[in-house]
């Protein structure tokens, strides 16, 4: 039956569509062409699908016609150039239907653990639920029309199981949604139609434990989630496993079991696929302790790092280290944007925390050049270009105002380099005067003279530190694998690194009831053009090191460190040791 053309303005009607129930019913209103007309006033027009009977109520009501914008989630927007404005969404109003036919989305009154991008929807999920907004509209989860079911329509979905499921983290993955509950990880897709109410579908993948403190991360072909172990963190490699998207859980930790800690606090997970890398900012914390050994001002400061390398389908890098940074600072958060690591965090001055908050940067490029010339190993490096400078004549002394604070117990760790001329050859050359600053400030230094014409490269020392897993013979085992030999004595006479690129580097040898021995490289070889005198520029050279240990293995502990801004690579090491054997082994 056709409606009349004419009717007063404001005139609703509701339209049964079957006789069975009210979810297909929907309402129209008539609007008169004659916008001037009060409601109720009789003139041509037409029908507009409308708002229920009962749906006019606030959005406080049982029956509520929008959501609560101060009780949705807020809005971080890049209103001006390097500014942010926190803002309440503008959330869609339900404009059809009524509660029956254009439910209210069901995180409302609901926690919301979770928001996502997917297939350009907003998503949230809750409880055991997703719920997914309008295609391209983000802030409407309510349909435009009750008439038909459109494919861009919101998707509020339940995922079902056997078990209690409460989702927790939605990533988006190879054309598919992944949901990670507690205990439990679902694949959500639409195969190969678009992501309709119609064509999506939840598929249960595994059963891994999931620590939901710790956000999962996507680098290249795999998701990266972690586990508790006691007050420890697991990380597992979750990736595609055959062609019917099945999913394998392989743990990244598993040789390095209690390196990482987790003793309550928000762990942070970030990582690079560029440079294939994950940085873990975890519970390990710096206290400062009294004579009395009162500990206080607990702060986090060390940085887990998970280097990793595939060679096809092969992984043959898979090692962990850690970044200790200043111990005046306590990081809040951490992020790679794409090969540089950000740090956030707030300092402390006498062990008491300043209002002063700190972004840093860790740039992991592969053989980054600090510039063309040089490739000096300091942190927080600058030129005097990137520095105040003023000569006094009266005090004859040139004062440099860095662009950052240097902490009192750093002020011995920082080198002012000059570059000189150098001479050209197959070793690299690091030709440069190093002069002594005199601090008069946290943030500026002075060198003796008239130095503004001069170039200089300012930076930080830092430490670095390897230290060997304790040498052991290996013999093929019953199943093909290597095992340790136990009825040899092991004793080291010396051992050599190759090394490679590299201007200083010591070698601490430590033995059980011995004084500590260092050996120091410092570049200079014997037969080198460039070493004739030890007086020549710092040399970066390729070669081997010769070191003496005189030990069992299993009584000594061999460290390499570099604490110059000199570089140090090293490409591989080896020990020649006695072997005394106790008895002989068979097989059987």
Known sequence: IDLPITAPKGFKIKVHGSLEGDEDDYFVEFQTNDESLSAGDVGEGTWTECLGWDTTATNEAPVRKALTDSSMPFILKNTAVNTFTLLEGEWGERTVGTEESNKTPSFVGKKISNAFLFKDRLGFLCEDKIIMSEVSYYYNFFRKTVRVLKDSTPIDLTVSSDQIVDLKYAVPFNNQLLLFANNAQFSLRSGNEALTSKTISVVHKSSYELDTSVTPIVLDSQVYFGFKRGDKLGIYEYFIADDNNNFQGVEITEHVPSYIEHTGEQVVMTGSSKERVIA????????????????????????????????????????????????????????????????????????????????????????????????YHLDHVVTNADCTVVYDSGSDKTAYTLPYNVFRQDWTKVRVLKSIAGTSGTEATYNETEFTPAFASS????????????????????????????????????SGGRVPIMNMRNQIRNGKIAYENSGYFEVNVTVNGRDAKTSIFNGHTLGSTQSTVLSDPNIVSNGVFKFPVYSKAEEVVIKLSNSTHLPSQFISAEFESFIHGHSTRTSR
Not at 334 to 361: C, G, H, P
Not at 447 to 464: A, N, P, V
């Open 280 to 375: 873990v900012l975890d519970t390990s914390s710096y206290y400062s302790c009294d004579s009395l050994n009162t500990c206080s001002n607990a702060r986090r400061n060390k940085i887990k790092i998970y280097k990793y390398f595939w060679k096809g389908r092969e992984k043959v890098q898979s090692s962990w280290f850690e970044f200790e940074l200043d111990p005046f600072i306590d990081i809040y958060d951490i992020s790679f944007v794409d090969s540089e690591l950000w740090i956030y965090a707030s300092t402390f001055e006498n062990q008491i925390r300043t209002d002063s908050f700190i972004f840093m940067k860790m740039d992991f490029s592969e053989n980054k050049l600090v510039s063309s010339a040089t490739n």
């Open 443 to 478: 943030t500026q230094f002075l060198l003796e003279g008239d130095t503004t014409s001069s170039t200089y490269t300012i930076g930080l020392t830092f430490e670095m530190e390897y230290q060997f897993s304790t040498p052991s013979l290996k013999d093929t085992g019953g």
